[in-house]
């Protein structure tokens, strides 16, 4: 069993910094990817950002320059550091992560694991 929790949601102005955070516990063998979507009302969840346990990012156009994601791989923890928030990043904000799980009963598994979600609401 793997899971992701993730914390650092909140209420924000326009213009303002808040900080995502997401631990990966359980039986992890490796993890690769670990991005971040999210889902605003009567929207479709969107992938925001994406980060390679070798350090490679990827960004949707929307972020860029304004968010910034990273990784401890050894705390199997992955950060959103998001700056010059704007009313349109209002949204339920997921941790996601493709994990290799191990244990002496099932070997080697892979799954597809995604956090509970953490509201992120900008106010203009």
């Known amino acids: 069993q793997v899971q992701l929790v993730e914390s650092g949601g909140g209420l924000v102005q326009a213009g303002g910094s808040l900080r995502l955070s997401c631990a990966a516990s359980g039986s992890i063998f490796s993890i690769n990817p670990m991005g971040w979507y999210r889902q605003a009302p009567g929207n479709q969840r969107e992938l925001v950002a994406v980060?390679?346990?070798?350090?490679?990012?990827n960004y949707v156009d929307s972020v860029k320059g304004r968010f910034t994601i990273s990784r401890d791989n050894a705390k199997n923890t992955v950060y959103l550091q998001m700056n010059s928030l704007k009313p349109e990043d209002t949204a339920v904000y997921y941790c996601n992560a493709d994990v290799i799980s191990f244990s002496d009963y099932e070997g080697h598994k892979f799954l597809e694991v995604w956090g509970q979600g953490t509201l992120v609401t900008v106010s203009s």
């Open positions: 980060i390679t346990s070798g350090g490679s990012t």
